[in-house]
């Protein structure tokens, strides 16, 4: 397996990959979110977000078979009366196709995205997830990931 960074050449590839998160997310809250209909639903998304410097993309891929992808932002968060400064990569996105599931695809993301904010000199990677995705919690927590916050809704 091979990770390597996005280009905007691979928009299509990323909003096909997001395809079975995304539809895992409607499932469970169609209220919120909508249902992909075709791999290309979320390519302006991508085209966009790559252009964009905050953003960083990795994709896993075998024997050149797109895997999976993680989809990361830099946040700087000014310090005020009430927080210090606060710089982290933010896991926007993570997804690996469910018949590429429990095979490490997932922890290797994270690891890059890891090394990746290590390079930009920041100190935390953060992500959130939805109650519902226990398997995802699953695999943050075996990464080292610890519960901070929760909301309500």
């Given at each position: 397996?091979?990770?390597?960074?996005a280009t905007l050449k691979d928009s299509l590839t990323l909003s096909a990959l997001c395809r079975d998160?995304?539809?895992?997310?409607?499932?469970?809250?169609?209220?919120?979110?909508?249902?992909?209909?075709?791999?290309?639903?979320?390519?302006?998304?991508?085209?966009?977000?790559?252009?964009?410097?905050?953003?960083?993309?990795?994709?896993?891929?075998?024997?050149?078979?797109?895997?999976?992808?993680?989809?990361?932002?830099?946040?700087?968060?000014?310090?005020?009366?009430?927080?210090?400064?606060?710089?982290?990569?933010?896991?926007?996105?993570?997804?690996?196709?469910?018949?590429?599931?429990?095979?490490?695809?997932?922890?290797?993301?994270?690891?890059?995205?890891?090394?990746?904010?290590?390079?930009?000199?920041?100190?935390?990677?953060?992500?959130?997830?939805?109650?519902?995705?226990?398997?995802?919690?699953?695999?943050?927590?075996?990464?080292?990931?610890?519960?901070?916050?929760?909301r309500f809704w």
């Amino acid at each position: 397996m091979e990770i390597r960074s996005a280009t905007l050449k691979d928009s299509l590839t990323l909003s096909a990959l997001c395809r079975d998160v995304q539809s895992l997310h409607a499932e469970h809250h169609p209220q919120v979110f909508k249902m992909p209909q075709s791999d290309d639903f979320a390519l302006g998304f991508f085209n966009e977000i790559l252009a964009t410097p905050e953003f960083t993309a990795f994709i896993a891929e075998e024997a050149g078979y797109p895997l999976g992808y993680i989809l990361c932002r830099t946040v700087d968060r000014p310090e005020n009366a009430f927080t210090y400064l606060m710089r982290f990569l933010l896991v926007d996105q993570i997804s690996v196709r469910p018949d590429a599931q429990r095979r490490g695809i997932g922890t290797a993301l994270l690891k890059k995205a890891e090394d990746h904010a290590r390079e930009l000199g920041l100190g935390k990677l953060q992500l959130d997830s939805w109650d519902f995705n226990l398997e995802a919690h699953a695999c943050f927590e075996k990464f080292g990931f610890e519960k901070f916050n929760n909301r309500f809704w």
